[in-house]
């Protein structure tokens, strides 16, 4: 081989290397480009399913917290009902429907359960011998149940001791009530509009 053919021989080689080095180094260079915008939107998406997530959960809380609001002023309204019902003082001038209106729909005050007169208005005839009688009653345990609810209804039960005191004689009853409610928007109350009272067998009793 010449000293020409050989200088073009090398320069052939030169070139060759030169083409493999851009070629391999090139695909690289461009394959770890690609895999940093591989982990970048592998990284964004986890972000935003993060940020998603944390949202969800916000809402959640709020749900619950809403909820746990709402029963709250549920049994807030069911307890003042139920006191007013069954705790009374006969010397009291206040009678059981003016006790009991401002937690009750007017269904409910228009119906039997709501009596226009109460036990507690009673006492000796006039002209009698007899000691009047002075009825004084108190609940003594309270449990309310939450049962069902809606934003415009809901049920409970409750699990009622209630004390009667008359003269010098005590005795206790024991009661269960399952009571009905409705929302009152104007109010932003609940307020009982049926009532079901039954005195609580042992088995009845909610521990």
Do not use: C
């Amino acid at each position: 081989m010449n000293k020409g053919k050989l200088i073009l021989f090398i320069g052939a080689i030169v070139v060759l290397l030169f083409f493999a080095y851009q070629q391999f180094f090139g695909d690289a260079s461009a394959g770890t480009e690609s895999g940093k915008q591989d982990w970048q939107t592998i990284a964004l998406t986890l972000q935003e399913d993060n940020e998603k997530l944390k949202k969800e959960n916000t809402s959640l809380k709020q749900k619950q917290a809403d909820i746990t609001g709402d029963q709250q002023k549920l049994s807030k309204s069911a307890e003042a009902f139920l006191r007013g019902y069954f705790e009374y003082d006969q010397n009291s001038d206040q009678n059981l429907k003016n006790r009991v209106a401002p937690y009750s729909t007017q269904k409910l005050l228009n119906s039997n359960v709501i009596p226009t007169t109460h036990i507690e208005e009673g006492g000796a005839e006039e002209g009698s011998n007899d000691t009047p009688t002075t009825i004084v009653a108190k609940i003594s345990k309270l449990n309310i149940y939450h049962s069902t609810m809606t934003n415009t209804s809901a049920s409970v039960y409750a699990d009622i001791s209630q004390n009667f005191r008359s003269n010098n004689i005590q005795n206790t009853s024991e009661l269960i009530a399952k009571l009905t409610f409705v929302y009152d928007v104007s109010k932003q109350t609940w307020l009982v509009d049926t009532m079901n009272i039954q005195p609580a067998l042992p088995e009845d009793r909610i521990n």
